[in-house]
């Protein structure tokens, strides 16, 4: 009979919710969340965050549907998904909110536990009180959250000291130095647990085995960050003082359960150089290769426990017998050991590993992407042309490297792979054992190439070679087409260039030579980054390194973050820290970013304020630290002009007003107001003094190389705006040729400043220009990426003159945020016509949902305007007025009550303002 009460509950309890959903049901909205993120990541593997960030995108099932947003939101956390399923939520229940924010909801449950999984889902209310379906379940899991849960060490192998190798030749370091050495654990389980989670991290790279199974699909991980403290940083071309805010170590997180067993299990680990004891021009090390691993079991009877990196692990010499960044990597077969990593392996022989030094830097979770196989090309040609010789070519230029498949040499034959690259790359070579179809492809280090030579095997097929594309997983996240191919071409190209050069949660200025991480070249990019990429999690990490790399008593950011000592810079690249939060925020509408980093925007900006010289502009003199001559590298303005470079200290002014200006603007997003009069009283006098300094009354101008952009970019006072105009018109027709003249910030500036000043006419006649300089120029030398200089000159892979191409997305497709409204919550449409190019598309994922615009221009002179505008949002749509005064939606005359007609720099516009939906406007 006791039986009776709990029978009769659950009863009671299924009824309800059976009424629930059928109340519920009646008058459901059309509209349904979807794609949930937690910490900007889908089902994050492992955050650290007590209060991650909960975004989702609202879509819309009807196709006709208009006017859609949320009134409210209702967010569920469970312990498990069968209890999220059945309405159990033992985590939390926000209940409904009343609030329109569907991205970077902070949760507010109970407090997280450590290696925890939670399962969440949410549901929305429309605007019109109808509530949605709920969304699928998403999760997240944490990591190892305190320190008291950290119960591993680190370790390395045994034959190597605890410093870096010295930067010397290789033929002279000790061969066992240079390899990337085994480690392995056997242990036991009680039984097949029902949970199993993998915690690791490394200084350098690292891949991790189960029971012989390799464990994920990273490459080149963990992310590339300062891990600890660098006695010898010193010690190089650029010095500054060993002062940096903070340290840094990620650790992944993966999946093991189905990979172990009851009874005896291995771990097995290979450990790469990486970073962390890289020897180059470019780098300084930070010590020898370590790592550390923790794998917490849970099993069935509610018991745990954890295997740890200790000294009870093995260490072996494998097969790869030298690995670096920029060395490259060699494989001898013959020193395989299979099943290494497995249970019933014979370890006789084996070392015991070393415990090493903690590094200094704060263990984080690893949120930001890794490295991964992205994509994969077959070549396109393959031609023998000596004996054992190979020429191969790809469709692209890439980075990442060619994976050997099936190919048969004899015992001892060596196979080398010679990429054709014009900067600097380290060697692969493959030293088969004879055992039959061999199969190889490097782990450690990347290359860059479209063509490589190959020796040392007679026989090759196609099949034989893959080209395999390695960068740092940021989905592609947008689509732009115009009907003009070379336009299209220069924009591929620029793509192709930019995920080459992404390794390590960075962007570097180029994937071979330098490998560095230069606060300048990301900065320039960033907003061309942002309208292509689902890069939010991406900059989350590297803009961190920034704030990590800050001096914290002077407050100046160094050319490079995380700090390498060959990063050669300026003001400009200082200037990340106060440009690239402020996009990131403009882009996204994560008001955190500019929490976390205004401090470090402030701070940037006072340390500018040293270098004010007695008229008010700024002129940059840094030395080396301990120096008292300037050093150049510290001190650069503009860069790689194509025929010569704006005066230094008009462009380190510039830069002074761009972040006093960036400063104001997030101290009064945050609602700081005492900070933004201080930083906006700041940006007038800087501009003011550039003013004075920089403009000649005799010839209207600024000077040449871009630096009337900068004025205009800036504010030219009213009275000067023609005559400044005219004087750049000038500058670029008739004494350029139709050509720029810019270096890498200027050129950042130049089509989208000429299309503000009404000369978009002009920015598509340089943008499109087939000789020097030029963006086709390159491609008509059979160019397939971005270079460094418009002559040709040094390194063929170099995104950062993609900073101009924001044009592209801005003016020719018209999509702009609204700095007031981030996030694309509000944004305009307005494009700029330009008869040679009939039509332009672009199509871009945002924090809202997916924003959309297509200009077709007809050939009755009619023009059609496509609009996508996402749940919640509005745009301000501007469609050019044609020669008659018609305006239709969807084949419906507008009403003149709708719209304003409103006069731009290239005729009237019908201005409308339009809500979630899709719209169809041709002006006749």
């Known amino acids: 009979m006791k039986t009776y009460p709990m029978l009769v509950k659950k009863v009671i309890v299924a009824v309800l919710v059976a009424l629930g959903a059928t109340v519920a049901a009646h008058g459901k909205s059309v509209m349904r969340p979807g794609d949930l993120r937690c910490e900007h990541v889908e089902n994050p593997a492992v955050i650290d965050a007590m209060h991650p960030l909960l975004s989702w995108i609202n879509t819309v099932k009807k196709p006709t549907a208009r006017g859609y947003s949320q009134s409210a939101y209702q967010i569920v956390v469970a312990s498990s998904k069968e209890k999220l399923l059945k309405c159990r939520y033992d985590v939390w229940d926000s209940k409904k909110v009343y609030s329109d924010r569907s991205a970077g909801v902070e949760y507010e449950g109970i407090a997280l536990r450590s290696d925890t999984e939670y399962w969440w889902r949410v549901r929305i209310w429309d605007h019109k009180g109808k509530v949605s379906e709920w969304s699928e379940p998403a999760r997240w899991t944490t990591g190892l959250l305190y320190s008291s849960d950290r119960k591993a060490k680190w370790i390395g192998a045994p034959w190597v000291g605890e410093e870096a190798r010295k930067f010397i030749p290789a033929s002279e370091r000790a061969p066992e130095s240079d390899g990337a050495p085994y480690f392995r654990k056997s242990f036991t ?14 200084g350098g790279y690292v891949e991790l085995y189960a029971n012989g199974a390799r464990v994920g699909d990273d490459c080149l991980s963990p992310n590339f960050t300062a891990y600890t403290n660098r006695p010898h940083i010193g010690e190089a071309n650029i010095v500054l003082p060993n002062m940096f805010t903070d340290y840094r170590v990620m650790y992944m997180a993966y999946d093991v359960t189905s990979m172990l067993s009851e009874g005896t299990n291995a771990l097995g680990v290979i450990l790469g150089h990486g970073f962390y004891d890289s020897m180059s021009y470019w780098v300084c090390p930070f010590g020898s290769p370590r790592f550390m691993c923790q794998v917490e079991v849970k099993y069935a009877d509610g018991t745990s426990e954890s295997i740890v990196t200790d000294d009870s692990w093995l260490a072996s010499p494998s097969p790869i017998v030298m690995n670096g960044v920029y060395d490259g990597e060699i494989y001898d077969a013959n020193r395989e050991q299979s099943g290494w990593a497995r249970a ?12 090493r030094e903690t590094p200094l830097g704060t263990l984080t979770a690893h949120t930001a992407p890794t490295d991964k196989v992205v994509e994969r090309f077959a070549p396109t040609s393959l031609s023998k042309v000596g004996p054992k010789e190979w020429d191969v070519e790809f469709p692209v230029e890439i980075s990442g490297w060619i994976r050997l498949n099936d190919i048969a040499g004899a015992k001892g034959d060596t196979l080398n792979v010679s990429y054709v690259c014009e900067s600097p790359l380290g060697v692969h070579k493959y030293v088969f054992n004879g055992s039959g179809r061999e199969s190889y492809a490097p782990r450690f280090t990347w290359y860059v190439f479209r063509k490589a030579r190959i020796s040392g095997v007679e026989n090759l097929t196609p099949d034989n070679l893959v080209a395999e594309a390695v960068n740092t997983a940021v989905g592609v996240s947008a689509r732009f087409e115009t009907s003009s191919p070379l336009v299209n071409a220069i924009h591929n190209a620029w793509v192709r260039t930019q995920l080459d050069n992404m390794h390590g949660g960075v962007a570097s200025d180029c994937p071979h030579r330098e490998r560095s991480p230069y606060t300048g070249d990301g900065q320039v990019a960033m907003n061309t980054v942002l309208h292509n990429f689902d890069a939010s999690a991406f900059y989350e990490k590297w803009i961190r390194d920034m704030r990590d790399a800050q001096n914290p008593e002077s407050g100046y950011l160094p050319n490079g973050a995380p700090w390498q000592p060959g990063c050669g810079g300026g003001v400009a690249w200082g200037a990340a820290m106060n440009i690239m939060p402020w996009n990131y925020y403009v882009h996204y509408g994560d008001r955190r970013m500019l929490v976390l980093s205004f401090n470090a925007m402030k701070a940037q900006v006072d340390y500018m304020t040293r270098w004010i010289t007695p008229e008010g502009t700024m002129l940059h003199r840094r030395t080396n630290h301990g120096s008292h001559e300037p050093n150049y590298w510290l001190n650069l303005g503009e860069w790689v002009g194509a025929t010569g470079l704006p005066a230094d200290e008009l462009v380190h002014t510039y830069y002074m007003w761009k972040c006093a200006d960036n400063t104001a603007k997030a101290a009064a997003a945050l609602g700081q107001s005492v900070d933004k009069a201080h930083y906006e009283s700041l940006a007038r006098s800087v501009k ?4 004075k300094k920089f403009y000649d009354p005799a010839t209207h101008s600024y000077g040449d190389f871009g630096s009337n952009l900068f004025a205009l970019d800036m504010g030219v006072p009213a009275e000067n705006v023609e005559s400044v105009r005219e004087a750049l018109r000038s500058e670029l027709v008739d004494r350029n040729n139709s050509h720029l003249n810019t270096g890498i910030f200027g050129t950042q500036l130049l089509f989208e400043t000429l299309a503000a000043n009404g000369m978009n006419y002009l920015a598509y006649t340089i943008f499109t220009q087939p000789d020097f300089p030029g963006f086709a120029n390159w491609l008509a030398q059979g160019a397939t990426v971005f270079w460094e200089n418009w002559n040709g000159n040094d390194s063929h892979n170099h995104p950062m003159f993609g900073g101009g191409l924001t044009w592209l997305y801005r003016d020719l497709a ?9 996030g694309y919550k509000r944004f305009t449409v307005r494009p700029i016509l330009d008869p040679r190019l009939p039509r332009v598309m672009y199509s871009t994922m945002t924090a809202q949902g997916k924003v959309e615009v297509a200009i077709d221009r007809q050939a009755d002179d009619a023009l059609s305007l496509t609009v996508e505008v996402p749940c919640g949002s509005e745009a301000v749509v501007y469609v050019p007025k044609m020669a ?14 709708k719209y304003e007609v409103e006069s731009t720099l290239y005729g009237d516009c019908y201005k409308l303002t339009v809500p979630q939906g899709r719209y169809l406007f041709v002006s006749r």
């Open 688 to 691: 003011s003094a550039f003013h």
């Open 189 to 202: 389980l009680k039984s097949k647990p029902v949970w199993a989670r993998a915690y690791l991290t490394a």
């Open 344 to 355: 019933d392996f014979a370890s006789e022989g084996w070392a015991r590993a070393a415990i």
């Open 814 to 822: 018209g999509v702009r945020a609204d700095e007031l409204s981030p």
């Open 884 to 897: 008659a005064s018609l305006l239709t939606e969807s084949g419906r005359k507008v009403k003149a009550d």
